[in-house]
């Protein structure tokens, strides 16, 4: 017990948490955007917005996190030159932030299909009958019923997300959970049991809310048919 | 039936395929403003196809069709304003799951029209007490039985204040009992002088608000005559085949 009294005298657990807690929100939030731009041109009756929004999710979906993440960081910004900001720390953290969203928005993206699977094609046909558009029609009758779907679905994409923001570290953000572990270890290396409990407990306490939360809502707002 | 003007709708050598299958064999139809066409057939005979083909729902291969004189557009802005005209009533009603009765009444003049909400919903509640749902507009399409569904689902293409309303088997998917409340909705319609194109096995509909019947099978127009003649004489074959099936009991 003393053991976690000492690292958390030493170290800011809460702070390290903070910082996953937020790259987590802004690239759920970015990520959600772009998934659904990339879902309405899957589902668009374009063939080349189809084409694209099909190559996007093949190639970033099977990618693996780690290596968008150091091309994020290491080939866009020393190599490139990109910069999100002249600030040194929130740069890396918004270079992070953009490579959890490149990479997620191609999970997003899959959920909503998902729940645009979930409508019934009456109900894109009823639209149209009327006179609405793809794009009103997409927008008032299928997606507002396909999100709703979708609920359940997004919550594996916003857990997995939230998990995946460790690897922020491989970008340079040097606070966050995954680098403070590590920092931890190589300073402590009698305190592994507590050190590993401390970051397992942290994210399962963070996470469990989120699939609570989200099994609840797509109960609450299931379409009734 | 009315013949002196242009036809409302007219079908010229039109052609469609699913596969091997030539559903719409060289059908050519007019169907005059203010006339109540009914199409039997048996399944399969291409009697939906036909109908879904008129607001395209179905493309087709070749042939023409045009609505008040307009060809029918291939797609885009055209072809939404076009469907704006045609009114569609579904086999499985899909009223829009996720708005209440009244909105699904009013979303059409308010998106497509460009109605004002308030006046857009005046209308869906006059349309509603017409075809006797009015004190269910605050409920969710699930909470209603299949025959008030279908009621409002023809509301919503009233709403539209169509040129032609399209009807693809409104009844087929209706408990008995609930077949009479929407076919005197449309018996109402008809009578009111609205162009209508009915996919139905309802006979007795055909008899008493039909103008002409259709009847299809594989993918043509086999006979086309007054209900009366139709039923008391048919001409073909097929038809006698498939009235001696239908009306036998």
Known sequence: MEGFTALFEQYDVVGAFWVNIQLAFWAALWSLILGTVLALMRISPIPSLQWFGTAYVNIFRNTPLTIIMVFGSLALWSQLNVSLSSDFTTNFFRLAVLSLTVYHAAFFCEAIRSGVNTVPLGQAEAARAIGLGFLPAARIIIMPQAFRGAIAPMGNVLIALVKNTTVAATAGVAVETSSTMKTMIEFYPNLMTQIFLTFAIGYVIIVIPIGLLTTWASKKLAVAR | ?249
């Open chain 2, 1 to 249: 039936m009315p013949e002196s003007a242009a036809p409302l709708v007219s079908l010229k050598n039109v052609n469609k395929h699913f596969g091997d299958l030539h559903v719409l064999q060289n059908i050519n139809l007019d169907i005059a403003r203010g006339e109540v066409v009914v199409v039997i057939g048996p399944s399969g005979s291409g009697k939906s196809t036909l109908c879904r083909a008129i607001n395209r729902l179905e493309t087709i291969d070749d042939g023409e069709i045009t609505v008040d004189g307009a060809v029918l557009p291939a797609e885009g802005k055209a072809l939404a304003k076009l469907r704006a005209d045609v009114g569609m009533v579904f086999q499985s009603f899909n009223l829009f799951a996720h708005k209440s009765i009244v909105d699904n009444v009013a979303l059409g003049p308010v998106k497509v029209r460009r109605s004002k909400p308030a006046e857009a919903k005046k209308l869906a509640m006059e349309l509603l007490e017409r075809v006797g749902v009015a004190n269910q507009a605050n409920k969710l399409p699930a909470q209603l039985s299949g025959g008030q569904q279908q009621r409002v689902a023809i509301a919503r293409a009233l709403a539209m204040k169509p040129k032609v309303m399209l009807f693809d088997e409104p009844t087929s998917a209706l408990d008995p009992e609930m077949i009479n409340e929407v076919l005197d909705t449309m018996v109402g319609l008809a009578k009111e002088g609205m162009t209508m194109v009915v996919v139905t096995h309802e006979m007795g509909f055909a008899r008493k608000a039909a103008d002409r019947v259709i009847f299809m099978a594989d993918g043509q127009i086999i006979e086309e005559a007054t209900p009366e003649e139709f039923f008391t004489h048919p001409k073909s074959d097929r038809a006698k085949d498939f009235l001696g099936k239908i009306l036998s009991h």
